[in-house]
């Protein structure tokens, strides 16, 4: 990657010396055995979560209004009081219902829309707040009653580059699918280059759960992000789910050492046919040593729309795997 190690190379691109066609790649389908990716997708299962679950991005609660969000079945108002603090609670008012998430927010007070019941974020005639965390790129809530384990107090929130030194987007998707089936697709780095060949090339597994067993938990990969035509931009990433519905990809090695890439799966009420809804939601966090980023994080309001764009792009296609990874689970006919 680098050729010293701790210092990036002076220029990031480089010129493949060769275009591959998308059909003459090596193939990654001997590589990707079902069984380790179920047995990855079991540990993150099995770990804690604490009963936290994102619910939207800090940059889209702002003070003064109210954010409305589904978590399965629980309906959950957000907003911030006085001092900014995020403040959540059910989504319909204790007085007859009313939906919260359209009601206005006045110096940190929601008030209801219907006959102004004040709620300023404590207890108030039957209404009971729900725990709440803004770790400065996600908001979450905390629902010990739907998430049935040992509550923890604050999330299990991965490490991230400083918010001063870094740019982040945040993108938000739906599918029709379960949690799980998200953080498989993520557990999942041999589909890469075959699946993404207009954003990857050159993708390598170099390291899983099985080749070190101390470490039971990471996948390894050497890819080059494409920029265009022959020009890219290798890393070496790892891939881990610190608990049940988030993979992180940590950027180890090469252009924007330090970044990371959050993948948080929501559950959210089934639709219309009784289909399970999962709410994706990535955050990345992008980070360089270079000089010249600071010019990046000056254009940050520039560069979310496009960072957005990107991951959509991807997610269009990452939705569809787990779509149809949930519709085979659904009928008895996964393989593997």
């Not at 936290?52 to 589904?70: C, H, K, M, N």
């Not at 938000?172 to 954003?199: K, Q, T």
């Not at 070496?236 to 789910?241: I, L, N, T, V, W």
Request: proline letters at 11%; a positive charge.
């Amino acid at each position: 990657m680098s050729p010293v190690p701790g210092r990036p190379r002076r220029i990031p691109l480089r010129l493949r010396r060769t275009a591959v066609p998308w059909e003459r790649q090596a193939p990654t389908w001997r590589d990707a055995k079902p069984v380790l990716i179920a047995e990855a997708l079991k540990r993150a299962q099995s770990r804690p979560s604490g009963n936290w679950y994102v619910i939207g991005a800090s940059r889209d609660l702002p003070p003064g209004r109210a954010l409305g969000a589904t978590v399965g079945s629980t309906e959950v108002v957000a907003w911030r009081d006085g001092e900014g603090k995020l403040r959540t609670g059910p989504g319909a008012c204790p007085h007859l219902g009313a939906p919260l998430r359209d009601s206005p927010v006045h110096c940190g007070t929601l008030v209801c829309h219907w006959h102004g019941l004040s709620l300023d974020g404590g207890p108030f005639a039957g209404w009971e707040p729900y725990p709440a965390f803004d770790d400065g790129v996600l908001l979450w809530v905390r629902l010990d009653r739907m998430g049935g384990e040992p509550p923890s107090e604050r999330p299990y929130v991965p490490v991230r580059p400083r918010a001063r030194d870094a740019v982040e987007a945040v993108y938000r998707g739906i599918g029709r699918c379960e949690p799980e089936d998200v953080v498989a697709n993520r557990l999942d780095p041999w589909h890469g280059a075959w699946f993404h060949p207009y954003s990857f090339v050159d993708l390598t597994v170099t390291g899983t759960p099985a080749d070190d067993p101390a470490d039971d938990d990471g996948f390894t990969v050497e890819v080059s992000f494409k920029v265009a035509g022959r020009l890219v931009v290798p890393v070496r990433a790892r891939f881990s789910a610190p608990e049940p519905r988030t993979v992180v990809m940590h950027i180890i090695e090469g252009e924007g050492a330090g970044s990371v890439v959050e993948t948080h799966a929501t559950p959210l009420a089934p639709d219309g046919p009784g289909r399970p809804r999962t709410a994706v939601t990535e955050a990345l966090v992008a980070a360089s040593d270079r000089r010249g980023f600071a010019v990046a994080r000056a254009a940050a309001p520039l560069l979310r729309p496009l960072m957005r764009a990107s991951a959509g792009r991807l997610w269009r296609d990452d939705l569809a795997y787990a779509e149809r990874r949930w519709e085979l689970r659904d009928s008895g006919r996964f393989p593997g």
